[in-house]
């Protein structure tokens, strides 16, 4: 596998809603020609109704304001913002509107999981965070756990690109014609930044394992260590095994997993893994403090990887992703402190011997989940094979 690297991009780490949204609603209400936004949840609280009114506010001024928004994850959306965010002259388009709540069909698993925004062609944000509260669970008084990147620089041209191109598909699909965007997108930004930067997407046509393909190139590559933060980790078997590679060649690994479960089926499944992984050495870590939605890892302090793909089949067989991939010390480093002060802060780890004291009767409930999940995508059209 290529990667398409870009040198000279300025990039800001944002942690949680508390970083991520002042810093999207300043570069909407800075916009000044179009703004591109996709989303997998975009929730009508206190946090929704502040993007909202924010692209509102753009669309009024006569800026182009395009927001695609996934039909599953979107349900809500569709009865309770759509009609406004229209009335203003936002472009809405729902991505695989879901009408149906008990069907497994291969077209119903293929969401639009990407978290993308470009504004005016000179600013993206590439992440894991959804238009949403990260206080949306009121039991719970910690924030959410997750993470998004500010971007500026050359690697705007391809997120641009991309943003572009599924609205168009999505246009099509949903008015049955053909449609081109009126307009040229905007020249490849000058460097202004001293980072190198990929995006990989995940698609169903001619990007099917990129995503998977990138953590795999980085893992091989890992000499001293990897700090790995997945909300849904139920990786499969070409991923396991270069983990357990790594680990036998004396990388040091530690897997930061969701502790608290809003699935607790694939909870259930990621737990049956808990085995064969401590055996090999890697150290796992379960985020108690919060729900952790993050989906990042680092790799010897210079390799990172921010975006919105869990290392689960729903994400890496059949959802749209889209991961930004990073080459530099310093927001390696960055991103690693981030990680490891979560880990303080709300981490339990999983220690073996206490591990593999656990009862017969845990172990069967986490493999009965295993063979679930696996089944679920079976039923989808996915084989052994993935």
């Known amino acids: 596998m290529s990667i398409a690297w870009h040198p000279g991009n300025a990039l800001t780490l944002l942690e949680n809603g508390a970083e991520f949204f002042p810093a999207l609603t300043a570069a909407i209400d800075a916009a000044h020609s179009e703004i591109y936004l996709e989303t997998y949840i975009f929730a009508s609280d206190e946090t929704g109704q502040e993007v909202s009114q924010a692209l509102q506010r753009a669309a009024r001024r006569g800026v182009t304001v395009r927001l695609l928004v996934d039909g599953f994850g979107g349900r809500e959306f569709v009865d309770e913002m759509m009609d406004a965010l ?3 002259g936002v472009h809405v388009l729902i991505y695989r509107r879901e009408v149906s709540t008990l069907s497994l069909r291969r077209r119903r698993l293929r969401r639009l999981h990407r978290k993308l925004a470009v504004v005016d062609g000179r600013i993206a944000f590439v992440g894991g965070i959804n238009i949403v509260s990260d206080f949306e669970d009121p039991k719970i008084a910690a924030p959410r756990q997750d993470y998004a990147v500010r971007l500026e620089g050359p690697l705007l041209a391809p997120i641009h690109a991309t943003v572009r191109r599924v609205w168009e598909l999505v246009a099509w699909a949903s008015f049955r ?9 905007p020249a490849c930004p000058l460097p202004c930044g001293d980072v190198d930067a990929a ?26 260590d990897i700090l790995l933060a997945n909300a849904y980790f139920l990786p499969g078997r070409r991923f396991r095994q270069a983990l357990l590679d790594a680990a036998r060649r ?45 989906k990042v890892a ?9 975006g919105s793909s869990n290392i689960d089949p729903f994400s890496l067989l059949l959802a749209r992703e889209a ?26 780890e999983i220690h073996p011997a206490r591990w593999q004291r656990g009862s017969t009767l845990q172990r069967l409930i986490n493999w009965t989940a295993y063979g679930l999940v696996r089944l679920m995508i079976g039923i989808a059209g996915y084989g052994n094979r993935h």
């Open 86 to 88: 229209s009335a203003a």
């Open 177 to 185: 014609r053909r449609l081109r965007l009126v307009g040229k997108p």
């Open 199 to 224: 995006l990989v997407i995940r698609d169903n046509i001619r990007h099917r394992h990129d995503i998977e393909n990138a953590y795999l190139l980085g893992i091989a590559g890992a000499r001293r």
């Open 250 to 294: 004396g990388v040091r690994i530690t897997l930061l997993i969701q502790g608290l479960a809003d699935h607790p089926l694939q909870q259930r499944a990621t737990r049956a893994l808990y085995g064969q992984l401590l055996d090999a050495g890697i150290r796992i870590v379960e985020y108690h403090r919060s729900y952790l939605h993050a």
């Open 298 to 306: 680092v790799i010897d302090d210079h390799w990172a990887t921010v």
């Open 323 to 348: 991961n930004l991939l990073v080459r530099h010390p310093g927001f390696a480093t960055t991103l690693r402190g981030r990680l490891e002060q979560a880990i303080a802060a709300g981490g339990q």
